[in-house]
């Protein structure tokens, strides 16, 4: 919160928790003195609480007083690093689905060699299932997402598969494939195709769309790789003398790979399909990390994000129904 407060003017926080234990803290930072409202909150969902558990007892806690805060006006979005199941289940009891939406969808950027540095991924682990028109509204969202968080006028839109063939995957890959042609107009983005596992990083693509079984264990498997290479990096330049020799004139090239693959600077997923803002933040994020999902909540916030996605699904929604996809969108 602090580094957020330091590098945002216009940003204040609603905190809440235990008021013994954060008022203290909050009163030796200045930059967040005049900047915080705590509420004073003793209950708490823990991480391995069950979502139907948290529904059932989490009225009170901190995590649903967030939420609710959100539902009444009183913050414009959420950021928690609590559980993601418990968070989803409270979101979607307190903030509810957008019109059209049946299943949420949790979104992250993903490192990759566009322009804009990222590719958005979704969904990384809201739903496990996913049918066709789940698929065709992921789409949807994450094009908007694309927009607002790379600043993509028309984002490339690819479905992961097991090949780049029309005639690879499921049958109901297939039959979101078609859908997501057909609603190139009404989402404001381009189909690319199928794409595999390697073109997540790649630039033929903006925007990755998934289940969210498949979703979550790409971006675990990411995640490690990268932990990987700075773990290799580092072991390999201080094998001997020579390398460490090596690592000091290498030093400005390997700290600009050490933040390009930090997985800290790019930390937030992001609830997409509900009728507010909710970022989800690593549960072990440090400062770094918690300000990254800080400044995407703030930016998502203030463009008015949730409300434009709200209205591009209603319109898939409908063009569904009818039996079709195409047609121009209205929505912003």
């Known amino acids: 919160m602090e580094k957020s407060a330091r590098k945002n003017d216009d ?19 200045p930059a967040l003195a005049d900047r915080t409202e705590i509420v004073d909150v003793d209950k708490i969902v823990s991480m391995d609480e069950k979502p139907s558990r948290a529904l059932r007892q989490g009225k009170g806690s901190s995590m649903w007083n967030a939420l609710e805060s959100v539902e009444t006006g ?13 968070l989803m289940a409270i979101s979607m009891l307190r903030l509810r689905l957008a019109e059209g939406v049946d299943r949420p969808a949790i979104a992250v950027l993903w490192p ?18 996913a049918d066709a028109a789940d698929l065709l509204k992921f789409a949807i969202m994450g094009a908007a997402y694309a927009r607002h968080g790379l600043d993509v006028a028309r984002p490339r839109v690819g479905l992961l598969n097991v090949g780049t063939e029309d005639h690879k995957g499921r049958a109901e890959l297939r039959e979101a494939a078609a859908l997501i042609e057909g609603a190139e107009g009404l989402g404001g983005f381009e189909y690319m195709g199928f794409v595999e596992g390697a073109d997540i990083f790649s630039t033929r693509v903006d925007l990755i769309v998934t289940d969210g079984f498949t979703g979550n264990v790409a971006l675990k498997t990411a995640e490690g790789t990268a932990s990987l290479i700075r773990d290799l990096t580092g072991q390999a330049f201080r ?3 020579f390398s460490r020799v090596g690592a000091l004139f290498a030093l400005t090239s390997l700290s600009r790979l050490r933040k390009r693959i ?16 909710v970022v989800k933040s690593h549960g072990s994020a440090d400062a770094t990390g918690v300000s990254a999902a800080i400044k995407l909540a703030f930016v998502l916030a203030k463009s008015g994000f949730a409300e434009g996605i709200a209205a591009r699904v209603a319109s898939g929604a409908v063009a569904l129904q009818d039996g079709g ?3 121009e969108a209205k929505a912003q």
């Open 262 to 277: 930090d997985p800290r600077r790019v930390n937030g997923g992001v609830f997409l399909g509900l009728r507010g803002t």
């Open 11 to 29: 940003i204040k926080f609603v905190l809440h928790g235990q008021k013994a234990v954060f008022e203290p803290l909050v009163e030796r930072r």
């Open 112 to 129: 990759s060699r566009n322009p804009a540095g990222y590719n958005v991924v979704l969904d990384v682990g809201a739903d496990v299932r």
């Open 74 to 86: 009183v913050a414009e979005a959420a950021v928690s690093c609590g559980s993601t199941g418990a």
């Open 239 to 241: 094998h001997s003398w």
């Open 325 to 327: 996809g195409g047609g």
